[in-house]
């Protein structure tokens, strides 16, 4: 039997996020879903848009939500300059609210392969793994956002936290 894994140490090797959803009008062999990105292809990434040129974001492509602790999971969605979305995904929190803005490479990879310059994470899901793990830093912060909206779904509060 495998030990429990406790949310709050989950290590930032683990898978950071991935797409769920590809809502643009790509073939479903050329669908995004599974398109994401663990921790070395962060630092690649990284790496690369720190030089002048040769900016490349680095993807793993057969990646599924349960690599991701349920208990961490925040939902994503993205959208072009008319607000007609792209995809939707899930990450870790510990990405979003890392000192290395691991996240921003989701903004990166939407920018880069639809043209999505607009990603909005939720709110709700962040309150809720901020209480669980006892983050109340996490909770003001989101909760401090200027900017929440409703994404026309019944799914809460929407912020665009790099926008």
Known sequence: MEPERNPRDAPLKEVGWLVTVDHT?????????GWGQKRVHADETSESFDRPAGQTVFMDKSLTDHMI???IQVRWRSFD??????YDGVLSIHWLFD???????IDRF???DAGAV???YSVEDII???DYLKMP???DFILGHKDMTYLGTDQGRWAEIYG
């Open 128 to 130: 809720s793994i901020a």
């Open 99 to 105: 000192d290395d803005d691991l996240a921003y490479n």
């Open 118 to 120: 607009h990603v909005f």
């Open 69 to 71: 602790v349920p208990e």
């Open 137 to 139: 830093r996490w909770r």
């Open 81 to 86: 300059d008319d607000m007609e979305a792209c």
């Open 25 to 33: 009008s790509r073939s479903h062999l050329e669908s995004r879903v």
């Open 110 to 112: 939407n920018m880069h």
